[in-house]
């Protein structure tokens, strides 16, 4: 199974910052297989980037995705309250689909 | 507009077990993997299974393998998972997920439900 790890853990960043969120693999995975999640507070998880730097459909272009290998990133620029939330990253080309285990981004 | 509602939720004592269900509308429902994804109070995500368009496939984390069963039924746009052997680790927000493609392997979750929730206690 394939292990994904995320880092850091808590990110605080002031409005118009730009974050970035890393994602680490067990082993090495095709970058098509690796996809980036919001969940907000009491809400359910949304789909942000597939193909590890695919926008899913409605995703604004301040989120962006790239890697490869075993190494990916989530940058989010020009950060709004709106960005507070946990982001997952998943891969889904190992035997099992697995899930890092989530950075929260806080907005101050 | 793409919707999915989970039912079946509900407090349950270790050992039992319990069905959940999962309503899917707005999109044509037997032709897209399906999963079912949990998250335990104040953690992260966790795949639970997952179910081809045809169930032709379908397969299941370490954690619940031979303890839970996902089946769909496409005549009535809808997925469930029969949960037997019910355990306190699987106390969780179970959320229906829809593939984006006919298989659940590679191919990522893009629409998720609001969730049920299963509380295992004694």
């Known amino acids: 199974e394939i292990v994904l790890t995320q880092s850091p853990g808590t990110l605080s960043l002031s409005p118009g910052e730009r974050a970035t969120l890393s994602c680490r693999a067990s082993?090495?995975?095709?970058?098509?297989?690796l996809a980036w999640y919001q969940q907000k507070p009491g809400q359910a998880p949304r789909l942000l980037i597939y193909?590890?730097?695919s926008r899913a459909t409605g995703i604004p272009d301040r989120f962006s995705g790239s890697g490869s290998g075993t190494d990916f990133t989530l940058t989010i620029s020009g950060l709004e309250s709106e960005d507070s939330a946990v982001y997952y990253c998943?891969?889904?080309?190992?035997?099992?689909?697995?899930f890092g285990q989530g950075t929260r981004l806080e907005i101050k | 507009e793409v919707q999915l509602v989970e039912s079946g939720g509900g407090l349950v004592q270790p050992g039992r077990s319990l069905r959940l269900s999962c309503a899917a509308s707005?999109?044509?429902?037997?032709?897209?993997?399906m999963h079912w994804v949990r998250q335990a109070p104040g953690k992260g995500l966790e795949w639970v299974s997952g179910?081809?368009?045809?169930?032709?496939?379908?397969d299941y984390a370490d954690s619940v393998k031979g303890r839970f069963t996902i089946s769909r039924d496409n005549a009535r746009n809808s997925l469930y998972l029969q949960m037997n052997s019910l355990r306190a680790e699987d106390t969780a927000l179970y959320y229906c997920?829809?593939?984006?493609?006919?298989?659940?392997?590679?191919?990522?979750?893009?629409?998720w439900g609001r969730g049920t929730t299963v509380t295992v206690s004694s």
């Open positions: 998943q891969q889904y080309g190992g035997s099992h689909i697995t």
């Open positions: 082993l090495s995975i095709s970058s098509i297989y």
């Open positions: 707005g999109f044509t429902f037997d032709n897209y993997a």
């Open positions: 997920a829809k593939g984006w493609a006919h298989f659940y392997r590679y191919y990522c979750v893009d629409v």
């Open positions: 179910i081809d368009w045809n169930s032709g496939n379908t």
């Open positions: 193909g590890a730097s």
